[in-house]
Structure formats: structure tokens, C-alpha cells
């Protein structure tokens, strides 16, 4: 059992719960692991990496993440989204085109500061345990890339729909809590929906009903590679399996590379491949390749 498990994670459920669902359907002691958290009351795409996959993690969690979800203006809350206490409340009629403008301020790269209800760390302590006991914490911005943010529709009195394109570690409620602000009347984030982390989108995802309805478990893992095909590929002859096996720096001359590829600078993240067997991911340096995820069976 080795793979990706395209998840469609469900609202009302945590993502190390979600883990903890699909650990169950499968055999004993696989290794299970997520690859970028999604809020409890948020829904979508939320990787699962299962058995070698989970040592894939620091290279899937880099990439780019759709979300769609709804700004609620005039509404502020300690949360940043509506599960939480209600700070201020007041009517507001503000033009699409206001919001669209103050959008577009958070794009490219910015500085976020994190919500105090988040998982982050501070003393060993997630903050969101800090802030239920009424404590408070010295937050600092973290720099965030944002691609992206599209109004696509108003759905109701203040509520707008949007599309937003990121790197990892943004956080939307904060987003939607800095565009009120920039607007002047507060806002916050009253729906989320992650529609692509990656390679893995919305339209593949799998329910957890859907996981447990198949019997042949298997079926429902995506291949070692899926959420890799961004880095160039490296092909190992086979004559060369055990070294590999083995961690040995690879040689230029054991390895084949895309000609457009051959020059490119040392510390180039690399797929490995034996053949046409994944064998992991690793890194061009002056020597040759250095393998830093290894999947190959000794």
C-alpha cells in the first residue's frame, strides 16, 4: 500500500482525524500521513500519502493550492470565520469593484499574520489551545506568495464568492480578514472549499464513504510520482540499481537527463528513476545526484 489518496475531506472533521478515518480501512502499522492541513470546518482536497508516500511530504507541500470561499463583509469575529465569536457586526454596501481593488493589494508576495486560532506553534503550544484558554501570543507576518483572487460571484447581502490561487502557508481566513480591514468595514470568512493542492483536484477527490465501498483498497491510490511531474526527470540505468539502493551518490554517467536539462545549476531537485521503476527523489550537486527520499525495497 503505497500511494497518494486524493481525499475529498468533508466539513466539521480535522485533518489528523481524516488520517486517522483512512488509517483504519487499511492494513495494520501502514503509514498514513497528510500533506497540508485543511481548517476543521473547510472541505476539499486534502492529500493523504500512504506507506513511501509519506516520505514524499517536502516535496508535494510547495505546491499550488486552489481555494473557492465566501467573504462575509461587515462581520468580524476572534476566528476570522464565523465559528467564532462575533467581535462587530454592521450592514454594509460596498461595489464589487471596491472589493476587487482591495484584493488585489494581498496579491503576489506578502506579509500574513497568522490567526491566533491556528495550529501553529508557539512554546510547543498550538496557539488555538492559547487562545480557548484566553491567553495571547506575539504573532509575527511570515512571507506568503498569493497568485491570485477572483470575485465570482455575490451570493447573498455582503457575501462574495472568491477564487484564490496560493503557495503553502496562507492562511484565507486571515486573507478575507485583511481585505474587511483594507475596506474599512471588516470582514471574514464563512465558507472554504479547497478545489487543487497540486496535481490532485476537486472533480477526482474521494469520499471517506467511498474509500470504505471499495474493496479492493489499492484502487483507490494514485501512483508515488502523481503529485511530482513539476521536477525533471532523471532516468538511472538498471546496471546501476543497487548503488542507488545502496545511497551512493549517482554518477552524471550512470544517469540520462532531458538535453534541456543536462546544464541546469547544482541543487536542482531531481526524480529518480531505475528503469522505469521510481526510486525516489534527490538533488544535483558537482558530484552528481544525492538521494535525499529513497523508495526502493533493499
Known amino acids: 500500500m503505497n500511494g497518494f489518496i486524493n481525499l475529498l475531506k468533508p466539513p466539521?472533521?480535522?485533518s489528523s482525524d481524516a488520517?486517522?478515518?483512512v488509517r483504519r480501512l487499511l492494513p495494520k502499522k501502514t503509514?498514513?500521513?497528510h500533506g497540508g492541513t485543511l481548517d476543521p470546518d473547510a472541505a476539499g482536497v486534502l492529500p493523504i500519502c500512504v506507506g513511501k508516500a509519506t516520505r514524499l511530504f517536502d516535496y508535494?507541500?510547495?505546491?499550488?493550492k486552489v481555494y473557492v470561499g465566501e467573504l462575509c463583509l461587515g462581520v468580524t469575529t476572534d476566528t476570522y470565520d464565523l465559528s467564532g465569536r462575533i467581535i462587530s457586526a454592521k450592514t454594509v454596501n460596498m461595489d464589487v469593484s471596491r472589493i476587487e481593488e482591495a484584493a488585489r493589494t494581498f496579491t503576489g508576495q506578502i506579509m500574513q499574520l497568522p490567526p491566533m486560532y491556528s495550529a501553529l506553534k508557539q512554546g510547543g503550544e498550538p496557539l488555538y489551545k492559547?487562545?480557548?484558554k484566553g491567553q495571547t501570543a506575539e504573532l509575527q507576518p511570515r512571507p506568503v506568495r498569493v497568485d491570485s483572487i477572483e470575485i465570482l460571484e455575490q451570493t447573498a447581502e455582503n457575501r462574495f464568492l472568491m477564487r484564490i490561487a496560493c503557495g503553502k502557508g496562507v492562511y484565507i481566513r486571515s486573507l478575507m480578514h485583511d481585505i474587511g480591514q483594507k475596506l474599512g468595514c471588516g470582514g471574514c470568512m464563512s465558507f472554504l472549499m479547497r478545489e487543487r493542492a497540486g496535481a490532485m483536484d476537486v472533480s477526482g477527490a474521494l469520499t471517506l464513504d467511498e474509500i470504505v465501498s471499495e474493496p479492493d483498497k489499492s484502487a483507490c491510490l494514485l501512483p508515488l510520482d502523481f503529485m511530482l511531474d513539476a521536477y525533471p526527470k532523471a532516468v538511472v540505468a538498471e546496471q546501476y540499481r543497487q548503488?542507488?539502493?545502496n545511497g551512493q551518490t549517482i554518477r552524471p554517467a550512470w544517469a540520462s537527463l532531458p538535453c534541456e536539462e543536462a546544464g541546469e545549476?547544482?541543487?536542482k531537485t531531481l526524480r529518480l528513476y531505475v528503469g522505469d521503476e521510481f526510486a525516489g527523489m534527490g538533488e544535483r550537486t558537482p558530484d552528481g545526484i544525492r538521494i535525499n527520499a529513497m523508495l526502493l525495497d533493499r
Not at 508535494?60 to 499550488?64: E, G, L, T
Request: charged letters at 20%.
Open 12 to 14: 466539521g472533521m480535522t
Open 19 to 21: 488520517v486517522l478515518a
Open 31 to 33: 503509514a498514513v500521513g
Open 60 to 64: 508535494i507541500i510547495d505546491k499550488q
Open 130 to 132: 492559547k487562545a480557548r
Open 243 to 245: 548503488n542507488v539502493i
Open 265 to 267: 545549476e547544482a541543487g
